[in-house]
């Protein structure tokens, strides 16, 4: 099982927490009674909990030895390490990465935060500009079970 997942190398994912699911039930619960009142065919409200809650379980960001995988709410997109120039990071500490005919394409629910484990995925082919890690960290087929013997 090891040299499995030595194989497949690191794997990092993306996501908005699961806990955004108590605020869509909450705004279900507060769409209901204008939704079922006295004025009919209000029902079409719910579609903004519905949509609210594909956008949460859709939208995340996959980071693995070859590359990213971009999931939106509409649309699906894989960049491979080498088509990256490298990434770019916006006023509001969004990541943004750039390709190499220097388009930018957003990297959703990925923060400056988070630019270590992107470092570690990509086995130093991104830079971590935080330098919390060295470069023994960064080595690539490095597990936890090979780092203890």
Request: glycine share 6%; aromatic share 6%.
């Amino acid at each position: 099982m090891a040299e499995k997942e030595q194989d497949e190398g690191r794997k990092a994912v993306f996501r908005i927490p699961r806990t955004s699911f108590m605020a869509i039930a909450l705004l279900t619960i507060c769409v209901t009674p204008v939704a079922l009142g006295d004025i009919p065919y209000l029902q079409w409200l719910y579609i903004f909990p519905i949509a609210l809650a594909v956008f949460v379980v859709r939208t995340r960001t996959v980071a693995n030895r070859e590359g990213l995988a971009i999931r939106t709410m509409f649309g699906h997109r894989d960049l491979p390490w080498s088509a990256l120039k490298g990434l770019a990071i916006t006023k509001k500490s969004r990541v943004l990465a750039v390709l190499k005919d220097d388009t930018k394409v957003a990297l959703p629910t990925v923060r400056t935060r988070h630019l270590p484990v992107l470092s570690l995925v990509s086995e130093g082919l991104v830079a971590d500009p935080s330098g919390l890690l060295d470069a023994e960290d960064i080595k690539p087929g490095r597990s936890e079970a090979s780092a203890s013997e």
